[in-house]
């Protein structure tokens, strides 16, 4: 079905690989296109998903410069926009995404790996957004998530002198959650996916909704917008069933209901 995307379901997650290993995962158009296509069309029992790059040296090593290299000023917007918009698709699932982050993560790798909730990266995984010694800008959105993760300062610092950092770095300025070896880095993602998926999905999704919405909201707006969503939680069957289990102190399959 797709060139550059393998999907494999593990009841109820899935994992999705990019898979072009000659260019080290680099997103040119096709490559974002089948991802926007295959994130839209998730199996309807996935509760978690889990975004990575096939082989050992990179989750996506960038942007296919060999792609832009020769585009005018509106090709260049058109190319930014098609990036930013699968991964603002991405970042605006309804389930938890986590980014298992091998190897290399720069430019739209990194920005990529930003556009999830959870990123989990192996021993050996580089982060950077390299873009100012190409002559660009970060183009898939990465000025825009990169401060919101780390802090201006810190933001600021990487996209003006294009300096890749190794995983600890990362993790030490709050870019990744956690860092593990490379042969445990699938192992880690899925047992966090699993954990998700065991939950109410309604209410996984509801909590994500209200950490993306009111991130930027004053903080008055914010818990108001919290209560409504948290009182909508009480109108659904997983509501009803977990809170009966918890008191009868039985074990509940949540049924997204």
């Given at each position: 079905?797709?060139?550059?995307?393998?999907?494999?379901?593990?009841?109820?997650?899935?994992?999705?690989?990019?898979?072009?290993?000659?260019?080290?995962?680099?997103?040119?158009?096709?490559?974002?296109?089948?991802?926007?296509?295959?994130?839209?069309?998730?199996?309807?029992?996935?509760?978690?998903?889990?975004?990575?790059?096939?082989?050992?040296?990179?989750?996506?090593?960038?942007?296919?410069?060999?792609?832009?290299?020769?585009?005018?000023?509106?090709?260049?917007?058109?190319?930014?926009?098609?990036?930013?918009?699968?991964?603002?698709?991405?970042?605006?699932?309804?389930?938890?995404?986590?980014?298992?982050?091998?190897?290399?993560?720069?430019?739209?790798?990194?920005?990529?790996?930003?556009?999830?909730?959870?990123?989990?990266?192996?021993?050996?995984?580089?982060?950077?957004?390299?873009?100012?010694?190409?002559?660009?800008?970060?183009?898939?959105?990465?000025?825009?998530?990169?401060?919101?993760?780390?802090?201006?300062?810190?933001?600021?610092?990487?996209?003006?002198?294009?300096?890749?950092?190794?995983?600890?770095?990362?993790?030490?300025?709050?870019?990744?959650?956690?860092?593990?070896?490379?042969?445990?880095?699938?192992?880690?993602?899925?047992?966090?996916?699993?954990?998700?998926?065991?939950?109410?999905?309604?209410?996984?999704?509801?909590?994500?909704?209200?950490?993306?919405?009111?991130?930027?909201?004053?903080?008055?707006?914010?818990?108001?917008?919290?209560?409504?969503?948290?009182?909508?939680?009480?109108?659904?069957?997983?509501?009803?069933?977990g809170m009966k289990a918890f008191l009868n102190k039985e074990k509940v399959a949540f049924e997204g209901k």
């Amino acid at each position: 079905m797709y060139n550059y995307i393998k999907i494999e379901q593990k009841e109820a997650v899935t994992v999705l690989t990019i898979s072009a290993p000659k260019s080290l995962n680099a997103l040119n158009s096709t490559v974002l296109q089948e991802l926007g296509d295959a994130v839209s069309s998730l199996a309807p029992e996935t509760r978690a998903l889990i975004i990575t790059g096939d082989g050992e040296k990179s989750f996506v090593a960038g942007a296919d410069i060999s792609e832009m290299a020769n585009l005018n000023v509106s090709q260049g917007q058109t190319f930014g926009n098609r990036g930013a918009m699968v991964f603002r698709k991405i970042e605006t699932l309804p389930i938890p995404v986590i980014a298992a982050v091998n190897g290399f993560a720069l430019g739209g790798g990194c920005e990529l790996a930003m556009a999830c909730d959870i990123r989990i990266c192996s021993e050996n995984a580089k982060f950077g957004q390299p873009e100012v010694g190409l002559g660009i800008i970060p183009g898939f959105s990465g000025t825009v998530r990169l401060a919101r993760l780390v802090g201006m300062g810190m933001a600021k610092q990487l996209i003006f002198t294009g300096k890749a950092i190794k995983a600890n770095e990362a993790l030490r300025i709050g870019l990744v959650n956690e860092v593990v070896p490379q042969a445990e880095l699938m192992d880690k993602a899925m047992e966090i996916a699993n954990q998700i998926a065991v939950n109410a999905p309604l209410a996984v999704s509801a909590a994500k909704q209200c950490i993306n919405a009111e991130y930027d909201m004053y903080v008055d707006d914010a818990i108001l917008y919290e209560n409504g969503i948290f009182g909508q939680c009480f109108g659904t069957q997983d509501q009803k069933n977990g809170m009966k289990a918890f008191l009868n102190k039985e074990k509940v399959a949540f049924e997204g209901k």
